[in-house]
T-cell receptor, first 113, second 110 residues
Framework: DAGITQSPRHKVTETGTPVTLRCHQTENHRYMYWYRQDPGHGLRLIHY???????DKGEVSDGYSVSRSKTEDFLLTLESATSSQTSVYFC????????????FGQGTRLTVV | QKEVEQDPGPLSVPEGAIVSLNCTYS??????FMWYRQYSRKGPELLMY????GNKEDGRFTAQVDKSSKYISLFIRDSQPSDSATYLCAMANSGYALNFGKGTSLLVTP
């Protein structure tokens, strides 16, 4: 299994609070991604990173920010959580971008009440 | 219209059946095609990876890509109850990220 660890694995938070999810990899892969998965929508890209301090928006980036200060860590922050952000969040890594195999973490189940 | 279309199912088959899963896409620039399997409450795991057109076989699994029709398939032979999962197709051009289908839920009954 690819060395990807997401934390926390489960979280319940209140509307309006900030939340940070962490993705840690031990594969030294350049590209890291955050996806959310919702019934009827599948996996949707939130943000991705193509190097330390290099990030860009995905399909559903509103309300989210990311940071990558080290190769191994990619943080996703919900600036002010809303109920619509209740979802399962997955981190993924690839070695050379979209044309190579992506490996996923086990997911973080976030509930905003 | 989403770039990748995949029938969500559910698809229910008896053990031992041949399963055919399919995706269509609209972006002719896609060159890399993948199938992921996702068990309930787990992350997707890579099952098959194909570059450009053609077939690829790995054990009971065969992936086919028909770029002229913008159509990809995954065949599972001698299906087992342990194959019960959601199967996601994914594809990319030379860009940064994968484009996923919504996934097809498969149930293989003993």
């Amino acid at each position: 299994d690819a060395g990807i660890t997401q934390s926390p694995r489960h979280k319940v938070t209140e509307t309006g609070t900030p939340v940070t999810l962490r993705c840690h990899q031990t594969e030294n892969h350049r590209y890291m991604y955050w996806y959310r998965q919702d019934p009827g929508h599948g996996l949707r890209l939130i943000h991705y990173s193509y190097g330390v301090k290099d990030t860009d928006k995905g399909e559903v980036s509103d309300g989210y920010s990311v940071s990558r200060s080290k190769t191994e860590d990619f943080l996703l922050t919900l600036e002010s959580a809303t109920s619509s952000q209740t979802s399962v969040y997955f981190c993924a890594i690839t070695s050379t971008g979209g044309g190579t195999e992506a490996f996923f973490g086990q997911g973080t189940r976030l509930t905003v009440v | 219209q989403k770039e990748v279309e995949q029938d969500p199912g559910p698809l229910s088959v008896p053990e031992g059946a041949i399963v055919s899963l399919n995706c269509t896409y609209s972006n002719s620039a896609f060159q890399y095609f993948m199938w992921y399997r996702q068990y309930s409450r787990k992350g997707p795991e890579l099952l098959m990876y194909t570059y450009s057109s053609g077939n690829k076989e790995d054990g009971r699994f065969t992936a086919q890509v028909d770029k002229s029709s913008k159509y990809i398939s995954l065949f599972i032979r001698d299906s087992q109850p342990s194959d019960s999962a959601t199967y996601l197709c994914a594809m990319a051009n030379s860009g940064y990220a994968l484009n996923f289908g919504k996934g097809t839920s498969l149930l293989v009954t003993p």
